[in-house]
């Protein structure tokens, strides 16, 4: 059980010690806070203009490709200085950068007509030029036209027609609506684009230099973060004339360091188990190789207190169902030098480190697990090469791998039945669960043993096993004391209940055929674009050949992308439905420390 113990923490001291021992509780980062006074609204970590614009300046130099060597003296730092050079930077490089878009469309019109600057008009006695692009199939049209007019340009599509005249040509006398050429000329263009190449290499320098102050905008976040922490925390004391009362859960590795810390003070502390009336948060503690698992259940629903961490099933689960789904050594071979180039940069964060074990994790199983069942990029392997030997099943055989699908699907909702059951001991919930694990059992021992024309006596032991399982939910499914009439037929309506849940056990056990579906789904996908760039590549030959290659990486992007969705929500689906339905009996809230925000140095 990774859950981890905690008790109810109370310090006592005097009321001009109170903002000490708080910061000295954050500084520990140990304690979940319980407000002994109604819960208060989250403060202003500052003046909200303030914070938004921080928050804006280090998002935009931390995503900037080329950083400084920070600055760690605060000394002379001028921080609302530096916010507004930073958001500067940013509105100039927003709109040079749009300046240049403008320029570089402008110079692809202009390019056409070539490089000229339009005369004055006493040179033209009057008359003025007036632009237009006509399609190739509409320039028969012109030559009813009575007004002089010249093609300047022309492609295979459209053509660059100048018309002279003082007054621009009535809607209608030509096939298209005018173009506006402009003022400025070819040469103008370009020589205004590249002003503005040059000046976004500035801005881009400027953001560059800016880089170097992203630590000291960081910490200056994160003080603000701990004094609005601080200002919550001092809300949710209960004050007293001259004491102060401070309350919080705290784990049990941490109750040395907390008694320690009462001691200097000379604070008052109360150690107390939880109650039956109380609501601990859930602090799930697991190793660092399956961590990852944490974040799994975080996701989508922290399990209460009193109840049993999920992480490790979820964890092995998970890269079991991705990989059926995937089937392909190929693919996961793709994805595992895809993972290695990433290593490193994943790397970076906690967060990181623990999905990028989970992510090799799902790769190492799908490696594995297409080996087990041939398939290579949609190609199967020769029976008498070291990959056809490694073959041990056959997708396409439908009769064994659905009994594999349902076969998994009844193991894993047993094992969610029986952490249910270890849970809920002693309770109507843990009887009920030890009865749907007889009945599971039953059920799929009596599938297999009738198709495979088993002794009498397997078939008998399946189906006492059943009946009995399903006896025990009916009878023992209640926790009501029989001592009446009434109390009985409620008691008789609560195993009714659960009876009725029979229908969910056979629902969910065979959702885990969607196992056996998706891979069967990207293997026949696979195999179908091997097929199609083959016959590509025999009906035409020479450019058969590079239609064949591009149909292979277009339809293997395109299946390896399918599969990779497939195997994400189906697979937690899988964990998160099914299992949860099973596994789990209401729902709990995190464990969030009262501590210091931490940046690395």
């Not at 935009?60 to 530096?82: E, I, M, N, S, W």
């Not at 992007?557 to 195997?567: F, V």
Request: glycine share 10%; with cysteine; hydrophobic share 50%.
């Amino acid at each position: 059980m990774s859950i981890q113990p905690l008790n109810r923490l109370t310090l006592a001291g005097l009321a001009k010690d109170k903002d000490e021992v708080l910061e000295r509780l954050q500084t520990l980062g140990c304690l979940h806070l319980i407000p002994l006074r109604p819960a208060p609204r989250e403060p202003e970590k500052e003046p909200a203009g303030r914070a938004i614009e921080a928050m804006q300046a280090l998002r935009y130099l931390q995503d900037a490709r080329d950083k400084r060597r920070q600055v760690r003296d605060p000394a002379g730092f001028d921080l609302p200085g530096t916010i507004r050079a930073v958001l500067e930077n940013q509105q100039r490089l927003r709109d040079v950068s749009d300046r240049r878009d403008a320029l570089v469309e402008r110079l692809g019109e202009l390019e056409p007509w070539g490089d000229f600057s339009l005369p004055p008009l006493r040179e033209l006695a009057g008359r003025k030029l007036w632009f237009y692009i006509v399609p190739q199939r509409q320039m028969g049209q012109l030559g009813s036209l009575d007004l002089p007019w010249q093609v300047v340009h022309r492609d295979n599509r459209r053509a660059w027609v100048v018309v002279i005249h003082p007054e621009e040509p009535t809607r209608g006398a030509l096939p298209v609506a005018r173009t506006l050429a402009g003022a400025a000329s070819l040469s103008e263009v370009q020589r205004r684009l590249e002003a503005a190449e040059l000046e976004l290499e500035d801005v881009h320098a400027e953001r560059s230099a800016l880089t170097r102050w992203i630590f000291l905008i960081a910490s200056h976040l994160a003080r603000a973060e701990d004094q609005a922490q601080l200002r919550h925390a001092r809300a949710q004391t209960l004050d007293e004339e001259t004491l102060f009362l401070v309350q919080g859960w705290a784990p049990e590795d941490a109750v040395t360091p907390l008694q320690a810390l009462a001691g200097e003070l000379g604070l008052a502390l109360l150690l107390e188990p939880p109650g039956p009336g109380d609501t601990p948060p859930t602090l799930l503690d697991n190793p660092a190789p399956i961590a990852a698992g944490q974040d799994l259940v975080a996701f989508y629903q922290m399990p209460a207190y009193d109840a049993w961490d999920p992480s490790r099933v979820l964890f092995f689960s998970f890269a079991a169902f991705f990989a059926m789904i995937l089937s392909d050594a190929g693919y996961a071979g793709l994805l595992g030098i895809l993972l290695a180039a990433y290593w490193r940069k994943l790397g970076s964060g906690d967060l990181g480190r623990r999905l990028r074990i989970l992510a090799a994790a799902l790769i190492g199983t799908s490696l594995v697990w297409g080996i087990l069942v041939g398939s290579y990029f949609g190609f199967a392997p020769a029976p008498d090469g070291l990959a056809g030997r490694l073959q041990l099943l056959d997708i396409n055989d439908f009769e064994t791998m659905m009994r594999l699908s349902v076969g998994i699907g009844v193991i894993h909702l047993i094992l969610a039945n029986s952490e249910m059951a270890a849970a809920q001991r002693g309770r109507a919930a843990g009887r009920v669960a030890i009865g749907w694990i007889a009945v599971m059992l039953g059920g799929f021992g009596l599938w297999i043993a009738r198709d495979a024309g088993a002794a009498p006596w397997v078939t008998l032991t399946a189906e006492v096993l059943m009946g009995g399982g399903l006896a025990a939910v009916l009878l023992l499914g209640s926790d009501r004391r029989v001592d009446g009439v009434k109390a009985l037929a409620l008691r008789a309506l609560d195993g009714l209940g659960n009876l009725a849940r029979v229908t969910q056990v056979f629902g969910d056990v065979l959702s885990y055929l969607r196992l056996f579906a998706l891979g069967l789904a990207s293997a026949s996908m696979a195999m179908t674009f091997n097929r199609l760039a083959r016959d590509v590549a025999s009906e035409l030959p020479g450019l058969g050949l590079l239609l064949a290659i591009l149909v292979l990486l277009a339809g293997h992007a395109l299946n390896l992308l399918l599969a990779l969705m497939s195997g994400v929500v189906h697979g937690l689906r899988l964990n998160f439905i099914e299992f949860y339905n099973w596994a789990l009996a209401g729902e709990g809230y995190p464990f969030k420390p009262f501590k210091r925000t931490e940046l690395r140095r």
